[in-house]
């Protein structure tokens, strides 16, 4: 039994991440400041021996005594991290700077949860780790872009400067229970319109792709990255390569709800990349023989459960 810090383990990653790493028999302090999480999404886990819930904001520092630590804290969804730019930027530089210092101090092996949106709208496809990406540094989208490239920047330093022993994923579109109803991530969008009979709402022609991962895949891959060996840094991309335009998304939504809603087209938000599908060829390689295992249609069933049950609930 070890002791994990997850870092925002009231979101919908963190929680299921919380729940495994108890299920294997460890200890887990889960810190978030609620700003996208909630306790709702570990409710079942509070009566857990092992578990401990700790209301923190990452950008002051914390000190415990962890043996891992998950940094997951950060909002994800656009509307989420543009609500606030400045405190987005904060959460991914701060938070890497004082959980860095965290693992430095009491020499704790530390994951980063880092994105695809590192490549920002790529003219490389698909992504490999060694493309650069091309990132707008003053846009809508930069201070989650640029916070995670720089929190990336931030591990490789302490690593190479300090030694400590981190590992970096860049997750690309993660889809599954727990996902807030209300975050405008176009998998949770497109469902609750769905099942409340509203118009499902496509930005731009709708010819855009995204490659969507099932969380229970992310989760796997995160926990064998972090069970990588000493020297193994990454970054190494995690998503499910199999890509769709969010046209097919959305008739793939109303099949499986049998939704009598229509598909309405909206303006593309700025800087909306226009494809992202990740190279996984170092996932399988270095995380012995990892790939994505659900596909999209029986993803999709069990989330639409979950939305479906939240509804009736409320
Ligand atoms: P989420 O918004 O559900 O979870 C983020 C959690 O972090 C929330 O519980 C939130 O309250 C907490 N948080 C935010 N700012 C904080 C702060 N300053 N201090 C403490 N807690 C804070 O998002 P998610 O989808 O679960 O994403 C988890 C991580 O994975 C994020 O770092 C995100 O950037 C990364 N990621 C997710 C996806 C995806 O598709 N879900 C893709 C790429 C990367
Ligand atoms: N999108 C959409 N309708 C919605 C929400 C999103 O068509 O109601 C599109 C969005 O423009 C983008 C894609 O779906 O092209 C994925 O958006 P999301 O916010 O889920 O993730 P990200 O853009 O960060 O990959």
Not at 168 to 185: E, L, S
Request: a negative charge.
């Amino acid at each position: 039994m070890i002791r994990i810090l997850v870092t925002g383990g009231a979101g919908f990653v963190g929680s299921h991440l919380c729940e495994r790493l108890l299920n294997e028999g460890h200890e887990v302090i889960c810190l978030d400041n609620y700003f996208t999480g909630s306790k709702g999404n570990i409710e079942h886990l509070m009566d857990h021996h092992y578990f401990e819930l700790v209301r923190h904001d990452i950008t002051n520092p914390y000190m415990a005594e962890v043996d891992e630590i998950y940094n997951l804290a950060c909002p994800a969804s656009p509307i989420h991290y543009q609500y606030n730019p400045i405190k987005t930027i904060k959460t991914s530089v701060m938070g890497a700077i004082n959980m860095l210092g965290l693992a430095k101090r009491v020499d704790a092996k530390i994951l980063q949860a880092s994105t695809s949106e590192v490549y920002g709208d790529p003219t490389v496809h698909p992504q490999p780790e060694s493309y650069w990406g091309n990132v707008n540094p003053i846009g809508l989208r930069s201070c989650y872009d640029e916070g995670k490239r720089c929190a990336e920047t931030l591990f490789m330093d302490y690593h190479n400067k300090n030694q400590v022993n981190i590992k970096i994923i860049r997750i690309f579109n993660t889809y599954g229970p727990r996902m807030h109803p209300q975050d405008g991530r176009v998998v949770s969008n497109f469902i609750m319109q769905a099942l409340s009979g509203k118009d499902i709402t496509v930005f731009g022609e709708g010819t855009q792709t995204r490659s969507f991962q099932y969380v229970d895949d992310l989760i796997e891959g995160m926990h064998r990255m972090m069970n990588t060996r000493d020297g193994f840094t990454g970054p190494v991309n995690i998503g499910n390569p199999i890509e769709f335009t969010m046209l097919e998304l959305a008739q793939e939504v109303i099949d499986l709800t049998g939704s009598s809603s229509k598909i309405t087209f909206m303006p593309l938000p700025q800087d909306d990349p226009l494809q992202r599908q990740p190279d996984i060829s170092l996932a399988k390689k270095e995380l012995g023989g990892w790939e994505p295992k659900i596909q999209l249609r029986e993803g999709l069933k069990q989330t639409i459960n979950y939305f479906d049950d939240l509804l009736k609930k409320n």
